[in-house]
């Protein structure tokens, strides 16, 4: 939970104004993503961008990346998997999935947040995201 305290803490520091919902695990990124369960932090619509990590408990980031681009509804939204991983097998099995982008954390708290400075600016700012997109990231990271 560290990590993800760290993600919400950066991204609200980089754009107090931006909506950021984080999520515990794959299972309630799943659920709030497709609606199914009355998550108050998800706003109606879809995230401009989803931070995946891989390591998360109940449903892995691989699972909800193969769920998400097997929904016609989520398909097209940008996921950045942002992960302690550097194993090739699971970089190439991102990008096999459809995973827009894959980002190993930096463990130093200075490049860690110039990287999520870097996501904000494109995935945000410069990314043009698909019709239907509230302006929010929903972050999955459990560690």
Known sequence: MVVAELVLHTLRAINPTRKVVHVRDGVEALECLQSRQNFPDCPAGHPAV????????????FEV????????????????????????????????????????????????AFVLEQVENFWLVINHPPPLVRVAATAGESR
């Open 50 to 61: 989803v931070l995946l990590d891989l390591k998360m408990p109940r449903l892995d980031g």
């Open 65 to 112: 990346l193969r769920h998400m681009r097997a929904d016609e509804n989520l398909k097209g939204v940008p996921v950045v998997v942002l992960t302690s991983s550097q194993d090739e097998g699971d970089i190439r099995e991102s990008y096999q999935l459809g995973a827009n982008a894959y980002i190993v954390k930096p463990v130093e708290f200075r490049k860690f």
